[in-house]
T-cell receptor, first 114, second 113 residues
Framework: DARVTQTPRHKVTEMGQEVTMRCQPI?????VFWYRQTMMQGLELLAY????????DSGMPKDRFSAEMPDATLATLKIQPSEPRDSAVYFC????????????FGDGTRLSIL | GENVEQHPSTLSVQEGDSAVIKCTYS??????FPWYKQELGKRPQLIIDIRSNVGEKKDQRIAVTLNKTAKHFSLHITETQPEDSAVYFC????????????FGKGTHLIIQP
Protein backbone atom coordinates (compact mmCIF):
# COMPACT_ATOMS: atom_id res chain seq x y z
CA ASP A 1 0.00 0.00 0.00
CA ALA A 2 1.79 3.16 -1.23
CA ARG A 3 1.96 5.97 1.32
CA VAL A 4 3.25 9.50 1.66
CA THR A 5 6.24 9.56 4.04
CA GLN A 6 6.94 12.53 6.29
CA THR A 7 9.92 13.17 8.55
CA PRO A 8 10.36 13.92 11.34
CA ARG A 9 7.14 12.72 12.98
CA HIS A 10 7.70 14.97 15.97
CA LYS A 11 9.83 18.06 16.45
CA VAL A 12 10.27 20.20 19.56
CA THR A 13 12.52 23.23 19.35
CA GLU A 14 12.95 26.69 20.75
CA MET A 15 11.67 29.79 19.06
CA GLY A 16 14.10 31.36 16.64
CA GLN A 17 15.43 27.99 15.44
CA GLU A 18 15.18 26.79 11.86
CA VAL A 19 12.81 23.89 11.26
CA THR A 20 12.86 21.68 8.17
CA MET A 21 10.12 19.17 7.41
CA ARG A 22 10.43 16.62 4.61
CA CYS A 23 7.94 14.75 2.49
CA GLN A 24 8.32 11.87 0.07
CA PRO A 25 5.22 11.69 -2.16
CA ILE A 26 3.75 8.47 -3.48
CA UNK A 27 5.81 7.27 -6.43
CA UNK A 28 4.31 8.56 -9.64
CA UNK A 29 2.34 11.39 -8.03
CA UNK A 30 3.23 14.74 -9.60
CA UNK A 31 1.39 17.07 -7.20
CA VAL A 32 2.44 17.72 -3.61
CA PHE A 33 0.45 19.73 -1.08
CA TRP A 34 1.40 21.14 2.32
CA TYR A 35 -1.40 21.61 4.86
CA ARG A 36 -1.29 22.84 8.45
CA GLN A 37 -3.70 21.69 11.15
CA THR A 38 -4.42 23.58 14.37
CA MET A 39 -7.33 23.47 16.80
CA MET A 40 -8.27 27.06 16.03
CA GLN A 41 -7.91 27.16 12.25
CA GLY A 42 -8.46 23.54 11.31
CA LEU A 43 -6.85 22.24 8.11
CA GLU A 44 -5.39 24.98 5.92
CA LEU A 45 -3.60 24.78 2.59
CA LEU A 46 -0.14 26.37 2.76
CA ALA A 47 1.31 25.62 -0.69
CA TYR A 48 1.45 23.08 -3.46
CA UNK A 49 3.62 21.99 -6.36
CA UNK A 50 2.96 20.27 -9.66
CA UNK A 51 5.81 18.65 -11.55
CA UNK A 52 8.07 20.32 -8.96
CA UNK A 53 6.92 23.83 -9.90
CA UNK A 54 5.21 25.94 -7.20
CA UNK A 55 1.61 26.67 -8.18
CA UNK A 56 0.22 28.41 -5.13
CA ASP A 57 1.80 29.49 -1.86
CA SER A 58 -0.73 32.14 -0.93
CA GLY A 59 -1.55 30.35 2.33
CA MET A 60 2.02 30.52 3.56
CA PRO A 61 3.59 33.35 5.62
CA LYS A 62 6.24 34.45 3.13
CA ASP A 63 8.58 36.12 5.58
CA ARG A 64 9.45 32.97 7.48
CA PHE A 65 8.16 29.97 5.51
CA SER A 66 9.61 28.50 2.35
CA ALA A 67 8.69 25.40 0.37
CA GLU A 68 10.74 23.63 -2.27
CA MET A 69 10.89 20.44 -4.30
CA PRO A 70 14.55 19.66 -4.97
CA ASP A 71 13.49 16.56 -6.92
CA ALA A 72 10.40 14.52 -7.70
CA THR A 73 10.80 12.37 -4.58
CA LEU A 74 11.37 15.11 -2.00
CA ALA A 75 9.44 18.16 -0.89
CA THR A 76 10.59 20.39 1.98
CA LEU A 77 8.91 22.98 4.15
CA LYS A 78 11.19 25.28 6.14
CA ILE A 79 10.44 27.77 8.88
CA GLN A 80 13.10 30.32 9.78
CA PRO A 81 12.92 31.77 12.36
CA SER A 82 10.28 29.66 14.08
CA GLU A 83 7.73 31.17 16.48
CA PRO A 84 5.40 29.59 19.09
CA ARG A 85 2.38 30.33 16.85
CA ASP A 86 3.86 27.94 14.26
CA SER A 87 3.12 25.03 16.59
CA ALA A 88 0.81 22.71 14.64
CA VAL A 89 0.66 19.44 12.76
CA TYR A 90 1.98 19.84 9.23
CA PHE A 91 0.64 17.38 6.68
CA CYS A 92 1.98 16.62 3.26
CA UNK A 93 -0.38 15.12 0.68
CA UNK A 94 0.22 13.94 -2.85
CA UNK A 95 -1.94 13.30 -5.89
CA UNK A 96 -1.84 12.66 -9.60
CA UNK A 97 -2.74 16.23 -10.44
CA UNK A 98 -5.82 15.41 -12.45
CA UNK A 99 -9.45 16.05 -11.81
CA UNK A 100 -10.20 12.44 -11.07
CA UNK A 101 -7.69 11.34 -8.46
CA UNK A 102 -7.82 12.03 -4.71
CA UNK A 103 -5.17 13.48 -2.43
CA UNK A 104 -3.44 11.07 -0.05
CA PHE A 105 -2.09 12.38 3.25
CA GLY A 106 1.09 11.51 5.10
CA ASP A 107 1.19 10.92 8.87
CA GLY A 108 2.22 14.51 9.55
CA THR A 109 4.93 16.30 11.50
CA ARG A 110 3.82 17.44 14.96
CA LEU A 111 5.76 20.65 15.59
CA SER A 112 6.08 22.34 18.97
CA ILE A 113 7.90 25.66 19.24
CA LEU A 114 8.75 26.59 22.83
CA GLY B 1 -11.92 32.23 -2.35
CA GLU B 2 -13.89 29.17 -1.35
CA ASN B 3 -15.50 28.93 2.10
CA VAL B 4 -16.79 25.64 3.50
CA GLU B 5 -19.13 25.52 6.50
CA GLN B 6 -19.67 22.22 8.33
CA HIS B 7 -22.35 21.23 10.86
CA PRO B 8 -22.65 20.02 13.51
CA SER B 9 -19.31 20.38 15.25
CA THR B 10 -20.15 17.44 17.52
CA LEU B 11 -22.59 14.60 16.86
CA SER B 12 -23.43 11.83 19.29
CA VAL B 13 -25.51 8.86 18.12
CA GLN B 14 -26.40 5.45 19.47
CA GLU B 15 -24.62 2.49 17.96
CA GLY B 16 -26.67 1.17 15.07
CA ASP B 17 -28.34 4.51 14.34
CA SER B 18 -27.58 6.75 11.36
CA ALA B 19 -25.42 9.87 11.36
CA VAL B 20 -25.65 12.82 8.98
CA ILE B 21 -23.07 15.59 8.60
CA LYS B 22 -23.78 18.59 6.41
CA CYS B 23 -21.56 21.05 4.55
CA THR B 24 -22.18 24.13 2.46
CA TYR B 25 -19.77 25.80 0.06
CA SER B 26 -19.63 29.27 -1.40
CA UNK B 27 -17.90 28.96 -4.77
CA UNK B 28 -20.22 27.71 -7.50
CA UNK B 29 -17.13 26.70 -9.52
CA UNK B 30 -16.26 23.97 -6.98
CA UNK B 31 -16.74 20.57 -8.56
CA UNK B 32 -15.08 18.03 -6.26
CA PHE B 33 -16.15 17.20 -2.71
CA PRO B 34 -14.18 14.66 -0.67
CA TRP B 35 -14.81 13.50 2.88
CA TYR B 36 -11.95 12.57 5.19
CA LYS B 37 -11.99 10.65 8.47
CA GLN B 38 -9.35 11.46 11.05
CA GLU B 39 -8.78 9.42 14.18
CA LEU B 40 -6.96 10.98 17.12
CA GLY B 41 -3.30 11.54 16.32
CA LYS B 42 -3.64 10.06 12.84
CA ARG B 43 -3.68 11.38 9.28
CA PRO B 44 -6.86 12.31 7.43
CA GLN B 45 -8.03 9.37 5.34
CA LEU B 46 -10.29 9.70 2.35
CA ILE B 47 -13.50 7.74 2.85
CA ILE B 48 -15.62 8.88 -0.08
CA ASP B 49 -15.74 11.65 -2.67
CA ILE B 50 -18.23 13.00 -5.17
CA ARG B 51 -17.98 15.11 -8.30
CA SER B 52 -20.43 17.73 -9.43
CA ASN B 53 -21.80 15.64 -12.29
CA VAL B 54 -23.18 13.14 -9.77
CA GLY B 55 -25.96 13.68 -7.23
CA GLU B 56 -25.30 10.73 -4.94
CA LYS B 57 -22.64 8.13 -4.33
CA LYS B 58 -22.70 5.14 -2.00
CA ASP B 59 -20.05 2.80 -0.62
CA GLN B 60 -21.42 0.17 1.76
CA ARG B 61 -22.60 2.04 4.90
CA ILE B 62 -21.40 5.44 3.68
CA ALA B 63 -23.16 7.71 1.21
CA VAL B 64 -22.70 11.28 0.06
CA THR B 65 -25.31 13.51 -1.56
CA LEU B 66 -24.73 16.74 -3.46
CA ASN B 67 -27.14 19.56 -4.22
CA LYS B 68 -25.37 21.92 -6.64
CA THR B 69 -28.23 24.40 -6.74
CA ALA B 70 -28.21 24.88 -2.98
CA LYS B 71 -24.43 24.40 -2.79
CA HIS B 72 -24.52 21.82 -0.07
CA PHE B 73 -23.43 18.24 0.36
CA SER B 74 -23.91 15.70 3.12
CA LEU B 75 -22.31 12.56 4.50
CA HIS B 76 -24.59 9.75 5.64
CA ILE B 77 -23.37 6.85 7.74
CA THR B 78 -25.84 4.05 8.41
CA GLU B 79 -25.70 1.29 11.04
CA THR B 80 -23.01 3.15 12.94
CA GLN B 81 -20.34 1.14 14.75
CA PRO B 82 -17.87 2.08 17.51
CA GLU B 83 -15.04 2.26 14.96
CA ASP B 84 -16.90 5.07 13.19
CA SER B 85 -16.01 7.36 16.10
CA ALA B 86 -13.62 10.00 14.71
CA VAL B 87 -13.50 13.54 13.35
CA TYR B 88 -14.93 13.89 9.84
CA PHE B 89 -13.94 16.69 7.48
CA CYS B 90 -15.66 17.78 4.30
CA UNK B 91 -13.73 19.69 1.64
CA UNK B 92 -14.20 21.35 -1.72
CA UNK B 93 -12.05 22.01 -4.76
CA UNK B 94 -12.65 23.82 -8.02
CA UNK B 95 -10.52 21.63 -10.25
CA UNK B 96 -11.68 18.17 -9.43
CA UNK B 97 -9.17 17.81 -6.64
CA UNK B 98 -6.13 18.60 -8.77
CA UNK B 99 -5.54 21.75 -6.75
CA UNK B 100 -5.72 22.58 -3.06
CA UNK B 101 -8.69 21.62 -0.91
CA UNK B 102 -10.67 23.98 1.31
CA PHE B 103 -11.78 22.11 4.43
CA GLY B 104 -14.68 22.49 6.80
CA LYS B 105 -13.89 22.75 10.53
CA GLY B 106 -14.74 19.13 11.22
CA THR B 107 -17.41 17.10 13.02
CA HIS B 108 -16.53 15.00 16.04
CA LEU B 109 -18.71 11.90 15.71
CA ILE B 110 -19.24 9.94 18.90
CA ILE B 111 -20.85 6.51 18.75
CA GLN B 112 -22.50 5.63 22.05
CA PRO B 113 -22.54 1.88 22.86
Amino acid sequence: DARVTQTPRHKVTEMGQEVTMRCQPILGHNTVFWYRQTMMQGLELLAYFRNRAPLDDSGMPKDRFSAEMPDATLATLKIQPSEPRDSAVYFCASGLGTGSQPQHFGDGTRLSIL
Amino acid sequence: GENVEQHPSTLSVQEGDSAVIKCTYSDSASNYFPWYKQELGKRPQLIIDIRSNVGEKKDQRIAVTLNKTAKHFSLHITETQPEDSAVYFCAASGTGGADGLTFGKGTHLIIQP
